[in-house]
């Protein structure tokens, strides 16, 4: 297929193969869904059957020069996050969740960063970024869950607040770790060196803040829908476009962005709007993550992989178990909060994409594949833990759950939930 690829010209070459991805990615959904598994999880899937290592039949440098799919995909999900971040939550709730989320999501980072130092040896600034990349959490599996049991009650609304604020101190832990090894740790790096990334970091928030508020005054009763989203998505490109001129994530900026919307308008249709334009995008952004997950690695990284996959988990429940205690919140959500935490997908796959490029090529490619095919096995054991948290909490009843019934029709799996 490669080489019958070669023969066309760049264009047809581009066009077939996003023709492809988006097929496979489809095709192997249909095997997965079946199976109650995230629609993530076929998508990887299908990047590793199509990619260099399996058919081949993508060429490398086209797989190589998407790496702007990262950026764009991360852009949309991070402005998505970014709605759940209502002024009225954190009014209603206290500083309670802030500190469950800030010690579920550190100690996870702790523990990842000084076990593969100090047990494996292996470079420190790959260590900070694996384990900034532990703090995140994917909520899609939980909350197809929830929807599918019609899950209701305190432990629910618990979980759901401390995800969102979950990925927010990922992308900000995420956006420090980079900065840190941007600036260098050799000897005669200058206090202007290591001060740049952190003040491009401050002034693309100022940007998504900005963003924000002017998309709040474009958005005029009389705009029409198609306008609306142009306009969303010229503002989301544009701030990752200059977050990628000065090589720093657009994550926190976009965030920012989609926050400083929602307070300011109450408008929630655009981001039912926005997630209905973004699968094609994700799904490419997924599919090109699975080619490039090197599986000829597995052997070399199979205690190191095993060891993030098992201590993240420890982690999230030591860490929520340890946030509910501090905060005194009921049994129920003190015993089984972290159990639900388990699945990463959406943001750590993107932030791999972005640590990458930080990294020696060895180094990146190793970070690449951890988090790849952790994110499959996250993924696949997700669901069955967040419904096990659900039952042991009350928040569905028993027999329900155990009749089973399908309200897979009721459950719109939107593969913009897939996100951290």
Request: hydrophobic letters at 50%; charged letters at 15%.
């Amino acid at each position: 297929m490669e080489q019958l690829l070669s023969q066309l010209n760049e264009t047809t070459v581009i066009l077939l193969s996003l023709s492809i991805i988006l097929l496979a990615g489809f095709l192997l959904t249909r095997i997965t869904k079946p199976a109650k598994l995230p629609n993530v999880t076929g998508y990887i899937l299908a990047g590793v059957l199509i990619g260099p290592y399996v058919l081949n039949l993508i060429p490398r440098e086209m797989v190589e020069g998407m790496g702007f799919i990262s950026d764009i995909a991360l852009a949309f999900i991070a402005f998505s996050v970014g709605r759940f971040f209502k002024k009225e939550a954190f009014r209603d709730t206290g500083m309670g969740i802030v500190i469950i989320a800030l010690t579920e999501s550190l100690l996870a980072g702790a523990l990842i960063t000084l076990s593969m130092y100090y047990i494996f040896h292996l470079n420190w600034s790959f260590c900070l970024l694996l384990g900034a990349i532990a703090t995140a959490t994917a909520p899609a599996s939980t909350m197809v869950t929830i929807r599918q049991y019609h899950a209701r009650g305190k432990f629910v609304n618990t979980l759901l607040q401390v995800v969102a604020i979950d990925d927010a101190v990922c992308l900000i832990v995420f956006s420090l770790a980079t900065a840190i090894i941007s600036a260098g740790t050799e000897a005669n790096v200058t206090a202007a060196e290591i001060a740049l990334p952190l003040i491009y970091n401050v002034v693309a928030l100022a940007i998504g803040f900005a963003s924000g508020a002017i998309l709040s005054k474009l958005m005029t009763p009389k705009r029409s829908e198609d306008n609306r989203l142009i306009l969303t998505i010229s503002l989301l490109l544009g701030i990752a476009g200059l977050c990628a001129a000065v090589n720093i994530s657009p994550l926190l900026s976009c965030m920012l962005f989609g926050t400083t919307y929602i307070n300011m308008t109450k408008d929630k249709a655009l981001y039912v709007q926005v997630e209905r334009f973004t699968p094609p995008v994700l799904s490419v952004f997924f599919v090109v993550s699975g080619m490039n997950l090197d599986i000829s690695s597995f052997g070399t990284l199979g205690v190191i992989g095993a060891s993030y996959f098992i201590i993240r988990i420890i982690g999230k429940y030591v860490g929520a178990y340890i946030g509910c205690a501090a905060t005194k919140t009921t049994k129920s959500i003190r015993n089984f909060l972290g159990l639900a935490l388990v699945p990463q997908a959406g943001v750590a796959i993107g932030l791999a994409f972005l640590g990458k490029r930080l990294l020696p090529d060895e180094m990146g490619n190793i970070l690449l594949t951890i988090i790849l095919s952790s994110s499959v096995l996250y993924e696949l054991i997700g669901p069955a833990c967040a419904k096990i948290a659900l039952i042991y909490s009350g928040s569905i009843k028993r027999d329900n759950a155990a009749a089973g019934k399908d309200k897979d029709k009721l459950v719109i799996e939107k593969v913009g939930l897939d996100k951290e």
